[in-house]
C-alpha cells in the first residue's frame, strides 16, 4: 500500500478516535457506602450494575464512582471542586447525607452543604439528580422527618430531578438488606438500581438530544 494511502488512513483512523472520545460524556456519582458498594464485591454494587447495563444503551456514558463509605456532606464538598475539574460531568448523581443524620449533626450544615455541591455543578454545567434517603425512626420522628424533608426543599430550590427514597422495597425486606440494617445485600443493589433507572433515563435522553 502507497505511503500515502497509509498515512491518510492512519489521519482517518485517528480523527475519528477523537471524535468518540469527544463524544463521550461523564456521569459522576458522588455517595456514600450506599454507593460504594459497602461490604460487598465494587461489581455486586447499583454503579456497577449501570455499569454493565449502560455498556450497551449508553456506550458513550462513561461513569465516575467517586462514592465512600462514610462518606457526609462536608467531606463531598471538600473533594466535589477537585472533581468536577477532574471528570468535567455532564451529570452528577448526588447521593449523601445519610452519615451526617446517622452521626447527629445538624442538618441545616448538610442542607447547605448540599446547596453549595449543586450550586457548584450547575455552574459546571452538569445535571443533577439528587437522591433522598432515610434513618431509622429510632432517633425521633420530628428529626428523621425534617431529614427526609431536606432533599424536596433542595430539589425545589434548585429545581434539579430528585428520587426521594433509594431503598424503596429494599428497606424494609430483610432478605434484601444485610445484617445491619442499612445497606443493601447483593440482590438488594438490583432493586435500588430498578429504583433510580426512571429517574436518571431522562436526564441523560434530554442532553444527548440536545
Known sequence: ?????????SSI?????????HASSTLLVMG????????????????????????HSYPNVVIQNASISGETTQGGLSRFPTL???????????????????RGYPLDQARTNLGTMIEQAQQANAVVLLIG????????????DMFFGLYKTLSDQYDVAYLPFMLKNV???????QQDGLHPT????????????PYLVPLLNKEITL
Open 84 to 102: 468536577l475539574q477532574q471528570y468535567a460531568p455532564k451529570w452528577v448523581i448526588l447521593e449523601l447525607g445519610a452519615n451526617d443524620a446517622l
Open 1 to 9: 500500500m502507497p505511503l500515502k494511502i497509509r498515512l491518510l488512513i
Open 133 to 144: 434517603n432515610r434513618i431509622p425512626q429510632n432517633y425521633g420522628k420530628r428529626y428523621t
Open 171 to 177: 428497606a424494609l425486606n430483610k432478605a434484601l438488606m
Open 32 to 55: 456514600d457506602s450506599l454507593s460504594a458498594a459497602h461490604n460487598l464485591r465494587q461489581q455486586d454494587g447499583w454503579v456497577s450494575l449501570l455499569k454493565t447495563s449502560f455498556a
Open 13 to 21: 483512523i485517528m480523527m475519528l478516535t477523537l471524535g468518540v472520545a
Open 186 to 197: 447483593k440482590e438488594g443493589q438490583k432493586t435500588v438500581l430498578k429504583n433510580i433507572i
